[in-house]
């Protein structure tokens, strides 16, 4: 193997205990406690069980929390009314609505009711829209794309004047990680899946980010060797050795691109672990503005 791991449990590890010290200094000091709510629509397991994740870290880092829980058939209203009385309710400090809704909802709407001080996964326009913007900050910036980016620097890949590739343009990872780079003067192509020529695309890469939901689509000879490699994807595949019947694997070919790259996310273990960390750091910034 010629590529660094870069071992994202440990760096989202280092995090928490940093986000955990600061609530722990905060509360001795009377503040309030930075407390996060979550709205789960519907009973999907996965939705259930990501909720619950976010919960039990609000716990370990000392930080409160509720989830509100709607039925499947809840109607637009019904979701807007909770939301609102979430953006009204001063011992929240950040609201978090569980993706995907049910289809009959409008997604969109219920994200841009958010107040922007609540927006703890930096989901609504007003956020996305101050961080495709130049000289604007956003109050929140995205998680998955957030921790991306983290763990680059953590490890100290240059992003000035990169080449980077991202692939995948989605509103929740993609579209931010790339803008998220352009903010740190990389240079930057989105790819998806229109994209000629792929493989041709990412080989001028110094950085890639894979969040395109395909199983080991990116081979190791598309890698530039020396390139930073970080795997956002998380895909099951069936595995008669496990216990569960199933494995994780990510959208690059780990195997083969661990042999090229100059550093590397493994999947699980990379990107996964920091996008709770994020929004916890996020949950704790968001209890620090509101009292300003
Ligand atoms: P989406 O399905 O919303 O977006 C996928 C993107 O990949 C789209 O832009 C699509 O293009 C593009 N794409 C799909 N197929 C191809 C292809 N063959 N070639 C090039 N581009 C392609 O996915 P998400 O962004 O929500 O998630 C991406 C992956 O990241 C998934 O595996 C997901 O599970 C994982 N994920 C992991 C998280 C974590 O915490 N680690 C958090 C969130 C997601 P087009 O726009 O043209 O359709």
Redesign the pocket.
């Known amino acids: 193997m010629t590529a660094q791991l870069i071992d994202g449990k440990a760096i989202a590890q280092k995090l928490r205990m940093e986000v955990a010290d600061a609530v722990m200094k905060r509360t001795a000091l009377g503040k309030m406690q930075p407390t996060l709510a979550t709205v789960l629509i519907g009973d999907r397991p996965d939705s259930a069980a990501y909720v619950a994740s976010k919960q039990k870290a609000c716990a370990d880092l000392g930080m409160g929390s509720v989830n509100h829980t709607l039925p499947a058939d809840a109607n637009q209203s019904q979701v807007e009314d909770l939301v609102k009385k979430l953006n009204d309710d001063r011992r929240v400090s950040g609201i978090l609505v569980q993706l995907p809704m049910p289809a009959h909802l409008d997604e969109e709407r219920v994200l841009s009711l958010i107040s922007i001080e609540k927006d703890v996964d930096g989901f609504s326009p007003l956020n996305i829209g101050r961080l495709a913007q130049k000289g604007r900050e956003p109050l929140f910036v995205p998680c998955?794309p957030f921790g991306c980016i983290y763990l680059l620097e953590q490890v100290g890949v240059k992003l000035e004047g990169a080449n980077a590739v991202v692939?995948?343009?989605?509103n929740?990872?993609?579209m931010p990680a790339a803008l998220l780079l352009i903010g740190r003067n990389a240079t930057v192509t989105v790819?998806?899946?229109?994209?000629r020529d792929?493989p041709d695309v990412v080989r001028n890469a110094d950085i890639v980010i894979a969040?395109?939901?395909?199983t080991e689509?990116v081979r190791g000879s598309w890698i530039k060797p020396g390139a930073a490699v970080i795997d956002?994807?998380?895909?099951q595949v069936v595995d008669s050795t496990r216990k569960s019947g199933h494995r994780l694997v990510g959208?690059v070919c780990f195997d083969e691109a661990k042999e090229v790259a100059g550093w590397i996310t493994p999947v699980p273990g990379g990107?996964?672990p920091m996008?709770i960390a994020m929004l916890m750091k996020n949950t704790l910034h968001a209890a620090e503005i509101q009292e300003t």
């Open positions: 998955t692939l995948g343009r989605s929740i990872v993609g790819c998806h899946s229109r994209t792929l969040a395109i939901g395909r689509m956002v994807g998380i895909n959208d990107v996964g996008t």
